[in-house]
């Protein structure tokens, strides 16, 4: 892959940050010296307002072991990614990334559609930091939960396009 472009754990997508300022894909990496305590949004990335915090999870990719058990709003799936803000949020103020944050989900499964993103998006907002932010500092601007579409369709985040390794080639 080329520099700026992290490629997902089962080697399917790849996202295409060469249009960012800045760019990881390789969190986990970092934190495997340390006895993997923590998790990690699968990508981070920086243009010139916000930091974004990507978590990606695709149960539609083939090879998935019974993709159609996959329910991403059970409770502990959804405390699972909003854990990963958090663990994330370290490392970024271990850099001094301080611009506000935004953490998307890009979230694929075979019943998902735009209602139970949205469903998905409530809950896991009751995980995240809003209400705690409201007596100190800011620590996360928002959360969506978009479909692999739905991001490289949206004005902003097009510039950092979500595609098929295969396709890239």
């Not at 990496?29 to 305590?37: K, P, R, S, W």
């Not at 705690?132 to 985040?157: A, F, P």
Request: a neutral charge.
């Amino acid at each position: 892959m080329e520099e700026n472009v992290w490629m997902e754990e089962n080697g399917q997508y790849a996202l295409d940050c060469r249009n960012a300022v800045w760019s990881f894909g390789r969190l986990h990496d970092e934190y495997a010296v340390i006895g993997n305590l923590l998790t990690d949004a699968d990508f981070l990335l920086e243009d010139e307002k916000f930091i974004y915090l990507v978590e990606y999870k695709n149960a539609n990719i083939p090879g998935t072991s019974n993709p159609g058990a996959f329910n991403p709003s059970v409770d502990r799936k959804i405390e699972n990614v909003s854990r990963k803000f958090y663990d994330s949020l370290h490392y970024l103020n271990i850099l001094q990334k301080n611009k506000p944050k935004k953490y998307i989900y890009i979230l694929e499964y075979p019943s998902g559609d735009s209602v139970s993103r949205r469903m998905v998006r409530n809950k896991l907002k009751r995980f995240l930091p809003f209400e705690l932010q409201k007596k100190g500092c800011q620590l996360i601007e928002s959360v969506e939960v978009l479909s692999i579409d739905e991001w490289n369709n949206d004005s902003n985040y097009r510039k950092y396009p979500l595609l098929r390794v295969a396709d890239m080639k």
